[in-house]
T-cell receptor, first 114, second 114 residues
């Protein structure tokens, strides 16, 4: 069933702006979350992940925030570039259940104009 | 990171024929692989979980006799779409689960049934 969703289907930003993409999940048992980037005609590309024992994790130009109280996940992209234009998906998993698949949210299309 | 390949990347077939899609983990052994289907402008929907040496587990609503999955080795899973129809046209994506918890995705296969 539906367990992960996104608040906004599209997001348009100017080059250099910071982007924030949001995701809501409903399975309280999920303890592992991942953000993927998918370009047209390609498979999902791993961006960053976070476990439920953390509330923030930073990568190169990206930060993931996790709020377990309200079951909310966000991806922040700093200094957004045209190459960041893609569809972004959040996904959830339960680490303790070996062999379980990732469940994906609906996706947000990020458009970056220069 | 780990590499997962899919073959073919694109296939066009006539209605009523069968099509086989291969998913390979190139540099690690994957005891579990997953098959997803993605329709245009939609998210990835899990079809089935493929475990090496055992029968696949299908998600609700996915016909196991129509979507045959074989996971004969630790590096290869195949999805055969039998008696394909135009409504089976979609983007099929596989993923392989690393022995820890990371999941790596293939580049996808675009199936068009005419």
């Amino acid at each position: 069933g539906e367990s992960v969703g996104l608040h906004l289907p599209t997001l348009s930003v100017q080059e250099g702006d910071n982007s924030i993409i949001n995701c809501a999940y409903s399975n309280s048992a999920s303890d592992y979350f991942i953000w993927y980037k998918q370009e047209s005609g390609k498979g999902p590309q791993f961006i960053i992940d976070i476990r439920s024992n953390m509330d923030k994790r930073q990568g190169q130009r990206v930060t993931v925030l996790l709020n377990k109280t309200v079951k909310h996940l966000s991806l922040q992209i700093a200094a957004t570039q045209p190459g960041d234009s893609a569809v972004y998906f959040c996904a959830e998993n339960i680490l303790g259940q070996a062999g379980t698949a990732l469940i994906f949210g609906k996706g947000t299309t990020l458009s970056v104009s220069s | 990171g780990a590499v997962v390949s899919q073959h073919p990347s694109r296939v066009i077939c006539k209605s009523g024929t069968s099509v086989k899609i291969e998913c390979r983990s190139l540099d690690f052994q994957a005891t579990t692989m997953f098959w997803y289907r993605q329709f245009p402008k939609q998210s990835l929907m899990l079809m089935a979980t493929s475990n090496e040496g055992s029968k696949a587990t299908y998600e609700q609503g996915v016909e196991k006799d129509k979507f045959l999955i074989n996971h004969a080795s630790l590096t290869l899973s195949t999805l055969t779409v039998t008696s394909a129809h135009p409504e089976d046209s979609s983007f099929y994506i596989c993923s392989a689960k690393f022995p820890s918890h990371e999941q790596y995705f293939g580049p996808g296969t675009r199936l068009t049934v005419t």
